[in-house]
């Protein structure tokens, strides 16, 4: 890949940023003196493993590498490419650096996608410095690469862009010579319909406005010398997609937000399904869901279905994994499970009144016997010397006082009765009852 891109080339390649300083979003990366802009302008020989949420950057930054240091550019395809291309490239790399020729920008989009074998494959390029690598992948490296690739590269973490980003993104391409060159203007309707929809996707808000401009030509009546206006309704058209009226920055984004989350608290699972298909639709971040869903496991579930936390945290896990589109059909399943779950506020009433009662003053002193008793000196004050052990006791469970006196009777979880909380409350009145001498 080169700088020039043929005017037949899609929308998104030609408007690829050919230097840092054009690169929209990740603010972090581009700062002076950050290590990407010292490998750029000091020319330094340096593997990248970069790692983010599609359309954020990473192509570009590895033809910006190439580019800005004067680099041969060699793209391997992940999903097509085996070890035999891996280390043809490589050695094609080493032969171009043993005759004086210029160095290689190796770059390997989905890096994710490869096997350990042709992930090692790579590792004597890296090693003997053959090539620069930059490893491109949506999952998370930890998991998705092997560590001794890993260990010898720089990680560098994308962030999504802001819907700013992207419409900066759409206005540059809208008037720059590589992209529209002012032929067209975009109504504001159909610019905030083409951001949604683009969901931090810079390279998806391009292929849209692509669309959009082709079909807004076809359609124009307009007069030689006039400027075809693309309007909300040839954008919807063009994209195949209605709009969805959700503002990720708005009232609409709370009160969805609200909406999802009282309709899985509601047991209404058809319900929750409809916003969280907003939601996305709309280009929400997936991680906002699923951190919602962590929270209202215990919140609104707790120990009712004590299952619930796990699938939430797995479903979270999940989006940091795959990425979407597909991680949509984790959310779902999480979802669905958190609406059918019976339901429990106990956990949030327990720790909120426990936390009034500190806030209120209520501290008292630790009880002498639960003092510790390892350092020295401490046997001489009392600490630890009527401390029941709780394993030799009938049942593993000890009458004695835990709490401080100010709060001895303090019942602050209260379980319900609802699934699996049921049994959870007649077992901790039973305890409660024994430790309680009750």
């Not at 070890?83 to 890096?111: C, H, Q, W, Y």
């Not at 949506?138 to 890993?150: G, M, Q, R």
């Amino acid at each position: 890949m080169t700088g020039f891109s043929h005017s037949s080339a899609p929308l998104a390649v030609r408007m690829r940023p050919r230097t840092l300083d054009e690169l929209v979003g990740q603010s972090q990366l581009r700062a002076p003196g950050s290590p990407l802009r010292r490998l750029v302008e000091g020319d330094q020989p340096m593997s990248l493993m970069l790692w983010g949420p599609p359309g954020t950057g990473k192509t570009t930054i590895a033809s910006i590498l190439s580019q800005q240091t004067n680099r041969r550019f060699v793209e391997v395809s992940a999903v097509a490419a085996g070890v035999k291309e891996v280390r043809a490239a490589i050695d094609a790399a080493r032969r171009e650096l043993a005759r004086g020729g210029s160095e290689t920008v190796l770059f390997v989009d989905e890096v994710h996608r490869f096997t350990k074998a042709q992930q090692d494959a790579l590792l004597p390029g890296v090693e003997n410095r053959w090539v620069t690598l930059v490893a491109a992948t949506t999952e998370n490296p930890f998991f998705s690469v092997i560590s001794p690739l890993l260990s010898r590269s720089l990680l560098l973490r994308l962030e999504s862009l802001t819907d700013d980003d992207v419409r900066s993104v759409v206005a540059s391409a809208l008037t720059d010579e590589r992209g529209l060159g002012g032929e067209l203007e975009l109504a504001d309707d159909a610019l905030d319909h083409l951001v949604r929809l683009a969901g931090g996707d810079a390279r998806r808000s391009l292929t849209y406005l692509e669309a959009a401009a082709g079909a807004a030509r076809d359609v124009s009546t307009s007069s030689t010398g006039e400027k075809i206006v693309i309007d909300l309704k040839t954008a919807e058209t063009a994209v195949d997609q209605a709009a969805v009226r959700y503002d990720r920055q708005g009232d609409q984004h709370y009160d969805v937000t609200s909406a999802f989350i009282k309709s899985v608290r509601g047991s209404d699972a058809d319900a929750a399904l409809h916003y969280l298909a907003r939601m996305m639709e709309a280009g929400e971040d997936p991680r906002f869901i699923a951190r919602r869903l962590i929270i209202l496991a215990s919140e609104d579930i707790g120990l009712a279905d004590p299952t619930a936390l796990t699938t939430a945290v797995a479903a979270a896990q999940a989006v940091q994994l795959i990425g979407m589109p597909e991680a949509r059909l984790n959310l779902a399943q999480a979802t669905i499970a958190l609406a059918v779950a019976p339901k429990s506020n106990a956990v949030i009433m327990a720790i909120d009144a426990a936390s009034a009662d500190v806030r209120a003053g209520k501290i008292g002193s630790v009880p002498p016997h639960l003092r510790d008793a390892h350092y020295s000196g401490a046997k001489k004050l009392g600490h630890g010397k009527t401390y029941t052990y709780s394993h030799d006791e009938p049942y593993g469970i000890a009458e004695q006082q835990y709490a401080p006196d100010v709060v001895a009777d303090a019942a602050y979880y209260r379980p319900t009765a609802l699934g699996a909380e049921a049994a959870v409350k007649e077992r901790w009145e039973r305890i409660r009852r024994i430790i309680r001498g009750g």
